[in-house]
């Protein structure tokens, strides 16, 4: 139980950090692109020079989470070796590489009274970041954060906590050295869950959207308490539908990829929807390869007819995000049937089609009301380095901002510059 | 009081309200341009039409509100005459003429692996907007979101209830005569609050987001209960910045126009700032020439050291919006106080900095964080058909998804299309 003091302190401690965010990101919002890359580019040096504190803290996180029986695969989220920290600080170099998100020129138009407008991009302000178990999240979100010119407030989860913490001391001196606010990158200092909570639902006047990471119960509680905007980042209920002009080849190489490069992430295919007309052609040849590759396929009576090996898949399987080597396989009647089931049971994340037909791909891009749909591509793609946006915090789900991958550019607001020689309004 | 056979009867209502807007939003999603904006001319045509049934509905509710002793301010808004219910008709044809807003091409790619990445403008989907008094907004605010192909619901004050209610029998009927679902256009047909708290709180599965337009307590009880996302609207509290490098006649034009054009604007200045090095030379000509036009002016000491007719401002000025022939002024050390004080007391709605010196407009447009920033120019123009976009819902000071002026363009959201030709990750 969080006793009345704790609860005082934590918001004294949430206010503070706050007022100090809100100071730092006037600072940011002013400052040139070109010192907050050497902060970035300075944050990846101390990163590698201080990887053997980073591991020490890694080691303990680690220790405490066997101890208290994580399972193997959050145990490997919150693992860091040599190679992990090595992509950390490359990709804050990366980060710094990338255009400045700020100061464009987003739209310019004259009016015929001879007002100038323009519309340019500004930061967003303070932006709160609520992630789990992936220490990485603390260098990659602090980096989008600083490129864009926001000063954002990290609030880790328990088991990488000291992970974080010997992450986010990097980044901090960085700033220092740098001549930037320490502000700029605050980490609350606590596991105490009350934080979330004065975070979500108090500091509408500190922070102006929140970014939650993580899996369906940070989501709810979240969604259920949060009063600042939020950049919403449900699962990833990801399908792939071959459409009876798919191509058998191809059909086998993006089912496989889709579902088997790396199942632990939210673009990895969940369900395998196909037409009835090229079933029999193709789904054996799918279910052969997809169980050659390792993953167990669970499928409704028709697909369990035609091929032997398939398990029998309930009404939840339409609905779950696996992350493992299962997936969920219909049959269906046509693609209006397809287009149906993504919106039903899909989490508007990413979504292909497998055709050669074009007048089906463009029916299947243009209806499918998801962040990414994809012809022909492997859902795997769904990812802001692979779009070529050079990192990014996640897959964005909501419609409201960003939507899709969040990166430095979609952390920025804009405002409108009029320049005028004196005109009144009529 | 509320029982709770009528809070069950609410919630009935508006859940029925909130299902057949996503069926409407899912059609609308997939409708032609064309379609719609025949749908805006048949509403136009109709409202003209009908124009004696919607002036009837209006003298109801004007001896009501009169009964009830609303005041003259809102009565005025409140007021249906020919001129404004012809610019209703007008706004919506406006509306319909312009571009669709929709299917725009955001940005085009093509990646290293031959994928080809399009950012494609969608609707937003379901738009709950909550408005006051002005039963204007029912036309304007849903003919905004038929041509953005977004299903509205809206909930307007129970002071307009039946002028609102006679406006959307014509967008109804229109929306039947084109052949889309009605319930793309929804009005609650209660004044009953819980209907507003239960879209507010209850309704994030099918709102996607809510504009609200009203004054203060509104968007308190906003601010307070939301939990579905909220494109924010607060008041205006404009300033005028008198540049020591003013030219005289150009800051007097801009100060009388910017605070006495109309009085009841969001895009009024509510405070005249100048630098203590111009005040001499122009305050007692500016206070002159607003007292000439009617206008009270309340200043600081300094200001009726200089101006005998300046009446004492205390604290409370410097946040207020006054809607009516009232403004504050201070006099500052330099352009550093003035941006200052803007940050501290604005609300982020629109400022402008009357200066021949082009090194301080530049400074003032790139340091003040309001969604519109002006040189030489009155901030009357804070509005959407000025800034040529048609019309507008608004003007948001948030930071999340719409600044400034929300047009149709703004209440769209985007997707991600993926053309590729069978690509895997590796």
Known sequence: MTGEKDKLDVVAMMRGIGLAARAAAAELARSDGELRNRALCEAA??????????????????AAGETRGLSAALLDRLMLDDVRIDAMATGLEAIAAMPDPLGRVLAEWDRPNGLVIQRVSVPLGVIGIIYESRPNVTADAAGLCLKSGNAVILRGGSESFRSSLAIHECLVEALRRTGIDPAAVQMVPTTDRAAVGYLLSSMTDFVDVVVPRGGKSLIQRVQSEARVPVIGHLEGICHLYVHESADAEMAERLAVNAKMRRTGICGAAETLLIDRTAAGRLLPRLVGALNDAGCAVRGDAESRALCPTVLPATEADWSTEYLDAIIACRVVDDIAQAIEHIGHYGSGHTESIVADDEAAAARFLAEVDSAIVMHNASTQFADGGEFGMGAEIGIATGRIHARGPVGAEQ???FKYVVRGSGQVRP
């Open 411 to 413: 952390l920025t607001s």
């Open 45 to 62: 040096r101390l990163i590698r020079e201080r990887r053997a504190a980073i591991e020490a803290a890694n080691r303990a996180d680690m």
